[in-house]
């Protein structure tokens, strides 16, 4: 059962999600950053504008708000300017027929046979272009699932093995990327390579802490400069190596011995011509959040703009923060995060960071005595929390009473990596569904004096 009180702050604490959401609308955040102007098309925004009297424009979006930006960009750019049709790739629920683009649907987060096809097919549309025209990328969070292009020797069967045993290792997206990258044909400045005759621009929705654009989709468009022999390190760090792929392995071991070309470094001049803008990030749906916050009567603290580490630990961290804040809370507080942290799989549950850190915190709240009024929301923004249908969770002070009273033992189903059941039983499951957009996870936590 849950209270009148606490009805109240949960949908407080989702409105506050929704306007983090709001802000990483991926149409508007285009729309902002591509004008047409009486010389042709413009890029930037403010003073900051990069126009050019191209020929003809080659339309790529890729990532889970390929279809709202790609939308987007048509209604700027005139019809027979575009080198028809373009190219959007998204996850499947995400797929929207949008005018004067071939939309492909392919498989997030992990690749499939849909996205190799929709990468083949892009890397053929490139094969026509040419000086003075130029090639607009629009890039969101998702891309490095959803284009797979394994490099030749290794099959997207191998990637693929590879890629799950980095998703159970623990290890960080910045890490799994740089495995990704030197597995690819398009990640790591590939794309970039595929264009250099043309000018190119990408329009970046960021998805990860720090917004580095050789992170996001695994940097297509940008320099790299982490190595093979970084990869094989990370594949070693989390002592995978011994399980992968010998495909994957011995494509990873010539690379590292010169071998194989390495990725496009900086200073490059293939990226003479291209250039980049940042249109949205967690960063600006965070800043949205406390906004929201205000506005709703609360004080608001920023806990991290770069939330990171392993859920289950970060959730006690946050705690252990919230229990010295309630000893003297005299006012209504929003403490907020964002970022993206990571799960070590060491059970065979079902659920996702989110939901882990969610159960984690239910749990840490008791252990710890959090004794004010409190709920706490963790949810990805694009709708999708690991392998399940939900994109995160909302927990109060009675999910645990509501998830034993359903005869389940929230602790053992943390340690099973099984936050989903526990949470479905307790009604603490955020499904919204696929929202358009990604630039990682929100963090909200309401504390109330004397409640």
Not at 387 to 404: M, Q
Request: hydrophobic share 45%; charged share 15%; net charge negative.
């Amino acid at each position: 059962m849950i209270l009148a009180a606490e009805s109240a702050e949960r949908a407080t604490a989702q409105a506050m999600f929704q306007a983090g959401l709001a802000a990483a609308d991926p149409h508007a955040c285009v729309r902002k950053y591509l004008h047409l102007t009486d010389a042709g098309i413009a890029i930037g925004c403010g003073d900051n504008l990069r126009s050019g009297t191209w020929r003809r424009i080659h339309l790529l979006s890729f990532g889970k708000a390929a279809c709202a930006m790609a939308n987007a960009a048509t209604e700027v750019i005139p019809e027979n300017w575009l080198a028809a049709p373009g190219i959007a790739i998204t996850n499947y629920e995400n797929v929207v027929a949008v005018n004067k683009i071939q939309v492909f649907g392919a498989g997030h987060p992990l690749p499939d046979q849909a996205g190799l096809q929709a990468a083949e097919n892009l890397i053929n549309r490139l094969k026509p272009v040419q000086a003075g025209e130029l090639v607009l990328v629009l890039v969101s969070g998702g891309g490095s699932a959803l284009l797979p292009c394994p490099v030749a020797g290794v099959s997207l069967a191998d990637k693929l093995a590879t890629t799950q045993l980095l998703l159970a290792s623990g290890a960080d997206i910045n890490q799994i990327n740089c495995v990704r990258k030197h597995l690819s044909r398009l990640k790591g400045g590939g794309l970039a390579r595929l264009t250099a005759t043309a000018d190119l621009h990408a329009l970046v929705l960021s998805d990860v802490l720090d917004d580095d654009l050789s992170v996001i989709a695994s940097g297509p468009t940008v320099p790299d400069d982490t190595t093979f022999a970084q990869a094989i390190e990370i594949l070693q760090a989390y002592r995978v190596w011994p399980q992968l792929p010998d495909n994957v392995k011995t494509h990873l071991r010539a690379g590292s011995r010169g071998l194989h070309a390495e990725t496009p470094k900086s200073g490059d001049p293939i990226f003479e011509n291209a250039g980049h803008d940042l249109i949205g990030s967690n960063a600006l749906s965070v800043d949205a959040a406390v906004a929201a916050a205000k506005s709703s009567g609360y004080a608001a603290e920023l806990f991290s703009k770069q939330l990171s580490g392993e859920a289950r630990l970060v959730a006690e961290q946050l705690c252990r923060h919230a229990v010295t804040i309630s000893r003297d809370l005299h006012q209504p507080l929003a403490i907020i995060a964002g970022g993206e942290t990571t799960v070590t799989l060491r059970g065979t549950g079902k659920g996702g960071r989110n939901q882990e850190l969610a159960l984690a915190f239910a749990i840490a709240a008791e252990t710890y005595g959090l004794h004010c009024g409190w709920t706490f929301l963790s949810a990805g923004s694009d709708g999708r929390d690991g392998p399940t249908d939900a994109a995160g969770a909302i927990v109060d002070r009675g999910s645990l009473t509501r998830i034993r009273a359903a005869a389940i033992d929230p602790t053992a189903m943390l340690n099973d990596n099984n936050a989903y059941p526990a949470l479905d039983a307790a009604n603490d499951l955020i499904k919204c569904g696929a929202t358009g957009t990604n630039v990682a996870d929100l963090q909200i936590l309401l504390l109330h004096p004397n409640a």
